[in-house]
Structure formats: C-alpha cells, structure tokens
C-alpha cells in the first residue's frame, strides 16, 4: 500500500461506527447516565475522596462532568491519536494527584487501579443502565457487547482489559465483590447535596429547582436498587423514575445536544466527515 493510500484511509478511531458503542453514546440519555454515574462513584470512600480532595467542582458545577463527556466523546468517535493523546493527558493528571484516606489517615494514589476499576464500571454500567431504561432498543446479546468494547476504553486510563468486566454478568459479579467496601460518607453527603442543588450564577440559578427535579434526583432514582439503600434517601419509584426519563429524553435533554451543536465540529460531526455518512450513529445501525 502506498504512503498515499495509507494517508487516504480513513481513521475508525478506537471501536469504529460498527460498534455498539458508536450507536449508544451518541443518545441524549448519556447526559443522565453521566449523573447517575457521580452519584454511584460517590459511594466509594477513597474514590469519593479524591474527588472531593482534589476537585474544584464548587467553582465549576459541570466541569467534571463535560470533561467525562468529553473523554467518552473522544474516546468514541475521535481518531485512534485523538484518543490515546487524551488518555494519556488523563493518565498524566492522574498520576500527579494524591488524596487522604478519611478514616485511616493514609495518603494514596487516586490512579490506583482499584480506583480506576470502581469509576470505570460506575460509569458504564450507569450508562448501560440508564440508556437501556430510557428507551434505547439494546438487546442482552449487544449489552454484553457494550460492556465487552468498553474494555478497551479502560485500556486507555491504565487498566488491563481482561482484569475489567466484559458482560452484564461479569458486572454483576463484581459490584457483589465490591459492595462490602462501599458506602456513604461525609462526603457522599457533599457529591449528593452538590448535585442535587449546584452552584449556579444568573441566569441560570432559576432553573435548579427544575434540574434538580428532573435531571438531578432523576438521575439518582435511576441508581441501582442497593445504591439507594446505601445512600439512605428517598427516590423517585421504579417506574415513575422510567417513565420520567423517557419523557426528559425527548425533551429537556436536547439542551444539552443543541448547545454542544454550536462547537464547530463537535466530535460526532468530526467523525462522520471524516468516514461519511454512513457513519452516523443510529439504533438501525446497531451490529447483531
């Protein structure tokens, strides 16, 4: 193959648009899923404290979540570089930051890969979880897939893919692993309080009392069953939480959709004038 026909080829980035990922990730449930996963991390006593230790959130309310966005967005549809230069921008930031276990006094690494392993399967799983419920046509069979891809995804923070779950059941598995570690603390109460009612300036302090009704508590009520036991507080029922979700996914999480379209391109626009149109994601184009 020539230098010309290599330079030609174009770039499927680290799944491609025939993964199961490439279609999911682009749904409008995701903004969701991304909450839900802040609150499942928060339950996790190191890893919550790194967050709370070494995060300027109260500053920047949605920082950390648009830069998991962002991270889930290069990851999925920027070029095979693109991702390995942002991971290893991450993989960097982490490395440099410390935390202090609350109950022991230890200082520890927060790219420690249990650590790395609970945020990843948070995030996923709430993800899974959430897309699922909303609506999205996922059978178990590219659920599984879903969970399976993604381990190529924790590859880049610095994990070893085959140490991190690759079906629903394997998932499973190690929340019951992980569970007896897990529970609320100080500051769970922060993660909980911050995003139930962040910090906004005008013009859009207004609006909390609706996000927090029908994005923040939304998002919690969507937690696994044993998630909410340990947090201790109130959710919205099963299928009021169902039924809440599938309607803000038609309407207020377009927003978020609409604002992003303004970023010239974003990464999904990137990637389809890089490999065409058929490379939009849609659930028609979901593999078997």
Request: contains cysteine; positive net charge; charged residues 20%.
């Amino acid at each position: 193959m020539t230098d010309t026909a290599t330079r030609a080829t174009p770039d499927p980035g680290l799944l491609g648009p025939g993964s199961v990922t490439w279609q999911l990730h682009a749904d409008t449930s995701m903004w969701v899923g991304g909450i839900a996963s802040l609150f499942l991390q928060a339950l996790h006593p190191r890893a919550v404290a790194a967050v709370v230790q070494n995060s300027n959130f109260q500053a920047d309310p949605f920082g950390r979540l648009l830069r998991t966005a962002g991270f889930v967005s290069i990851s999925t549809y920027g070029t095979r570089a693109e991702a390995d230069e942002f991971a290893a921008r991450v993989r960097r930031i982490h490395r440099s930051l410390r935390a202090t276990d609350r109950e022991t006094g230890e200082p520890f690494r927060i790219d420690e890969p249990e650590l790395l392993l609970w945020v990843h399967c948070a995030e996923v799983s709430s993800f899974l979880e959430v897309g699922r419920r909303a609506g999205y046509p996922l059978t178990d069979a590219q659920a599984d897939r879903y969970l399976d891809e993604q381990r190529q995804t924790a590859a880049l923070v610095g994990l070893a893919a085959d140490e991190v779950p690759g079906s629903r059941a394997a998932m499973a598995r190690y929340f019951r692993s992980v569970l007896p570690e897990l529970r609320r603390t100080a500051d769970t109460e922060v993660i909980y309080r911050f995003l139930h009612h962040p910090p906004l300036a005008w013009p859009l302090r207004p609006g909390i009392p609706v996000y927090t009704a029908t994005i923040a508590h939304l998002a919690y009520s969507l937690l696994p069953d044993w998630a909410i036991g340990l947090y201790g507080r109130p959710a919205y029922d099963r299928d009021g939480a169902t039924a809440l979700l599938r309607l803000v996914r038609r309407t207020v999480l377009r927003l978020p959709e609409l604002v992003l379209s303004g970023q010239r391109p974003t990464p999904i626009q990137a990637a389809i004038q890089r490999l065409g149109p058929g490379a939009a994601p849609s659930p028609d184009r979901l593999p078997g």
